[in-house]
């Protein structure tokens, strides 16, 4: 179960959360909707352990485990792990290099054997298939001339390779056509687990149409405004989010 | 040339020096020489390439293995100089030469090689010099002659220690020469290659990779004139520098009148991985014709913060996810590194030099 706090966070002295309350129990796929410059990616990066956020008040708590004051490694090893809205190009670094390297890292903070060669060569071509992406994607530069599809499927893929119970989805949805967007929600439908907690943040209703949330809330102005079932979500689709747009108390 | 030959021209060359202050690196005995060695001593001779030894500069030929190579392909001694000559169409490219270097003594006070090699018209040869780490500083002069159409494919590996490099080499119409260069720990290095293409449309191809920390100070001066037309030259040179260390990358370009349709590239990027580490990068054109296609770059920067935070939200701690992009760095360059059985061997030294 994931529970937030009065979660206060800023950057560079601006206040862009303040006072977040949410909980998420373990098995729900819960959607957060906002209008652009809510602090829904600041929420992902601050949930992850991203530098340069300071948190000035509230707790996250994961599984009863405060996550804040964990780096980036030791929250992934808790099983966070964020589906990043840019995904990063690392040039000379093969797909298939950084997977390995991840992996055998969570699995040897989780106490668990590292994989070997060919283990790990298996399992990354099954994963890899399963997501559509072809065995020349693993072996190519990570994300280095990846169409916006591709870079979102790598991230599904390294979630689905790297297993993790805490799923931050940050605009996972943008930039992709139709047809991507339906390989990337079987993806993550594939993942949906009692035991698997998903943050699903995005600007649009699409996404929540082929994956359907326990719960949707919406953030705006730094708090979550409203909370409600999934037909919030369409609510928002018609009415936009022009009713949060005041800064209301 | 000596090493007080070398100091001599770094106060009479000032301006070619000006990053390099000789003299007083020598003088400063600040760098630690690595204590691992990297390839031990034939292990590298898993392939058919002839493995030449040198032990404190004096060639041993009952301790090399020459292959198919002509036993009498290295003639001369230390004190008048080392000939290596390729008759006309003479090939040597399925055997590599390995020049191999060690020391066993601490008691000379440097080691002074000088080489000259002449390859023969259509001649082919791929040349590894391979300098292994010492305390002793090893100054190289070397000329290079290439005949009309020859090719050198030319590799260097310095370990660690004093090293003093100058490769001059000339070359003639329609050759090819290529340089790939690691610089690993140098106290102080420098790589120094001047490369003049007399000839029409020769082409040539110069490439490095420093690897320095602590007070490790390592130069690169690689210049390249066009002095005909039609020729093609390429530089590109990566660094990555720890701790207090200080790479110098000066790249020259020089194009003579009449020298026209010359295509040539430079390219140096540094990646500092301390606050304290400096490189200085000076590249340097100096264009007399108007037909010409000329251009260069540089970057130096630290790891990209986006980078490591993926990494980092991926598992890998800060160490692990630094190595991974300092790797990312470098095995850009030796994707393209020719002949293949090099990938491995500039592979384990850069391998060697993380572990240390």
Redesign the interface.
């Known amino acids: 179960m994931l529970e937030i706090h009065n979660l206060h966070a800023s950057i560079a002295g601006k206040e862009i959360l303040k006072g977040i309350d949410l909980t998420v129990p373990a098995g729900q796929v819960h959607a957060i909707m906002g209008p652009n410059g809510s602090g829904k990616s600041t929420l992902s990066y601050v949930l992850?352990?991203?530098?340069g956020y300071t948190v000035t008040e509230g707790s996250i708590e994961w599984n009863g485990e405060e996550l804040l004051g964990m780096?980036?490694?030791q929250?992934?090893?808790a099983g966070?792990?964020?589906a990043?809205q840019y995904?990063?190009e690392?040039?000379?670094?093969s797909n298939m290099?950084?997977l390995k390297?991840?992996?055998n890292?969570?699995r040897k903070?989780r106490g668990e054997s590292e994989l070997d060669a060919m283990q790990m060569l298996k399992l990354l071509r099954a994963k890899a298939k399963a997501i559509g992406l072809s065995e020349d994607m693993l072996k190519r530069?990570v994300n280095v001339g990846f169409s916006g599809g591709e870079k979102k499927r790598n991230e599904i893929l390294?979630m689905a390779v790297?297993e993790p119970t805490l799923c931050i989805l940050d605009e996972t949805d943008s930039g992709l056509d139709i047809d991507a967007l339906k390989i990337i929600a079987d993806g993550v439908n594939a993942m949906r687990s009692p035991k698997r907690t998903m943050l699903i943040i995005t600007h649009y209703q699409r996404l929540l149409d082929y994956i359907a949330p326990d719960a949707v809330h919406v953030l705006a102005y730094g708090k979550i405004r409203k909370s409600g079932g999934p037909e919030l979500a369409k609510e928002l689709e018609q009415k936009g989010y022009i009713e949060f747009s005041g800064e209301a108390a | 040339m000596t090493l007080a030959a070398f100091i001599e021209r770094s106060k009479r060359e000032k301006e070619g020096w000006r990053y390099t202050d000789l003299e007083a690196l020598l003088a400063s005995k600040k760098t630690v020489i690595p204590a691992k060695a990297g390839i031990p001593l034939g292990s590298a001779a898993e392939n058919s390439s002839a493995r030449l030894l040198f032990k404190n500069g004096v060639f041993q030929p009952k301790l090399s293995t020459f292959g198919s190579v002509p036993s009498c392909i290295l003639m001369g001694d230390l004190a008048s100089g080392y000939s290596l000559t390729l008759g006309e169409k003479t090939c040597l490219v399925s055997q590599p030469i390995e020049l191999v270097f060690e020391t066993d003594q601490e008691s000379s006070e440097e080691i002074p090689l000088k080489f000259s090699i002449d390859i023969g018209d259509n001649g082919r040869l791929t040349l590894l010099e391979n300098y292994r780490p010492t305390p002793i500083p090893v100054t190289v002069d070397m000329d290079v002659t290439l005949r009309p159409r020859a090719k050198l494919v030319h590799g260097k590996i310095a370990a660690g220690g004093p090293h003093l490099a100058l490769h001059k080499v000339r070359a003639q119409t329609g050759c090819y020469y290529s340089n790939f260069s690691l610089l690993r720990g140098s106290a102080p290095a420098r790589h120094e290659l001047d490369v003049a293409l007399e000839g029409e449309e020769s082409q040539t191809s110069l490439n490095g990779i420093m690897l320095l920390r602590g007070h490790d100070h390592a130069d690169i001066t690689a210049r390249v004139a066009h002095k005909a037309p039609r020729c093609t030259s390429r530089q590109n040179y990566r660094s990555v520098l720890d701790d207090a260390s200080r790479g110098v990358f000066q790249g020259k370009i020089a194009v003579s009148p009449g020298a026209q349709k010359t295509d040539s590239y430079q390219l140096s990027r540094a990646l500092l991985l301390s606050d304290k580490a400096e490189m200085d990068a000076k590249p340097e054109l100096e264009i007399y014709a108007d037909d010409v296609k000329c251009s260069h770059g540089s970057s130096i920067g630290d790891l990209?913060?986006?980078?490591m935070?993926?990494?980092?939200?991926?598992?890998?701690?800060?160490k692990?996810a630094q190595a991974?992009?300092v790797?990312?760095?470098?095995?850009?360059m030796l994707?393209a590194l020719q002949p293949n059985e090099w990938r491995e061997i500039f592979r384990r030294e850069i391998e060697a030099w993380h572990d240390l």
Not at chain 1, 90 to 93: A, D, E, K, T
Request: net charge negative.
């Open positions: 992850s352990g991203r530098e780096s980036p490694e929250r992934a090893a966070v792990f964020l990043m995904p990063v690392i040039p000379g670094v290099t950084f390297a991840s992996l890292a969570v903070a530069a390294q790297l | 990209d913060e986006n980078a935070f993926y990494l980092r939200s991926r598992g890998l701690n800060e692990e991974v992009l790797e990312g760095f470098i095995s850009e994707d």
